[in-house]
């Protein structure tokens, strides 16, 4: 007998809301309820431990373990690795704001789990299992404004941090396939980490025409803006060796010409 949901694919809810509708615990993003039937699988972009991506309509889903290489017949992994078969009902949850539970609606495996390499909680590199997820239903579009905060709050978290701790976030959370989401249009979410690295290496000065930020932003820092030398849109990655931060001007002139010369140079000035 399936489990009926009381939950609206979009409705934001409250932790307490999930433990008592599922009759699941209240702790993790993997929790599964034997009377229910099911395995809550919550995606918590807040916490900068697991890395969970989508890529277009799939959610590629970092398993369980905190340390350490996962083992996929460990726990809940392997509950969702053999969902599709045992009948066992996937519902996906998203945190994109602290403490704000967004229902994705039902899910399913929809490929192979594979392995990648992430940081774990003792921030030891490890071995982890991913999981490609889809809806089973079209969920509603996320909310650009809603996106746009969280890239904000990623800003700020990014900008407290030390040079030496930024580039180690930076190295982390840069990647050679880009997560992309579907929000009115496709659109890319790049590390804000990657990003506020490149800025700093700058120190103000365009990295192309060698020129001060023409003004300071709001916070006080010059204004210069990141650029990917290898489109993202062309299939570059979002990592620190492909960013590199320019002034409004150079960044147009890069997007109307791309230039091979201005290419090299740029990359020169990365490798320096």
């Avoid at 590629?60 to 996929?72: A, E, N, P, V």
């Avoid at 704000?100 to 392995?115: D, F, H, S, W």
């Avoid at 409004?248 to 490798?271: E, F, G």
Wanted: net charge positive; glycine share 6%; charged share 25%.
């Amino acid at each position: 007998m399936s489990y009926i949901c009381k939950f609206s694919i979009g409705d934001i809810i409250t932790n307490e809301d999930i433990r008592t509708a599922f009759k699941c615990g209240n702790m993790g993003g993997m929790r599964r309820s034997h009377s229910t039937n099911t395995l809550v699988i919550i995606s918590d972009h807040t916490k900068a431990l697991y890395d969970d991506k989508w890529f277009n309509d799939e959610l590629h889903y970092t398993g369980m373990g905190k340390s350490g290489d996962q083992s996929l017949d460990f726990a809940q992994n392997k509950t969702l690795a053999n969902s599709n078969s045992t009948g066992i009902e996937v519902h996906l949850f998203e945190v994109i704001l602290p403490s704000q539970y967004i229902y994705r609606g039902q899910a399913y495996l929809c490929g192979t789990p594979y392995q990648e390499v992430q940081p774990g909680e003792d921030d030891v590199v490890r071995k982890v299992w991913v999981f490609p997820l889809k809806l089973k239903e079209t969920s509603q579009l996320l909310d650009r404004t809603l996106l746009e905060k969280y890239r904000q709050t990623k800003q700020k978290d990014a900008k407290k941090l030390s040079v030496d701790a930024l580039k180690k976030r930076a190295q982390q959370t840069g990647s050679t396939k880009v997560s992309q989401r579907i929000v009115a249009s496709s659109t890319y979410v790049r590390s804000e980490f990657v990003a506020e690295y490149s800025k700093q290496q700058a120190k103000g000065i365009c990295q192309l025409c060698d020129m001060p930020a023409p003004f300071n932003s709001m916070d006080g820092n010059p204004y210069l803006e990141c650029h990917h030398i290898e489109w993202l849109s062309k299939g570059g990655p979002d990592t620190i060796n492909n960013t590199v931060a320019l002034c409004p001007n150079c960044h147009r002139k890069m997007h109307m010409l791309n230039r091979h010369s201005d290419k090299v140079l740029l990359r020169r000035k990365i490798k320096n």
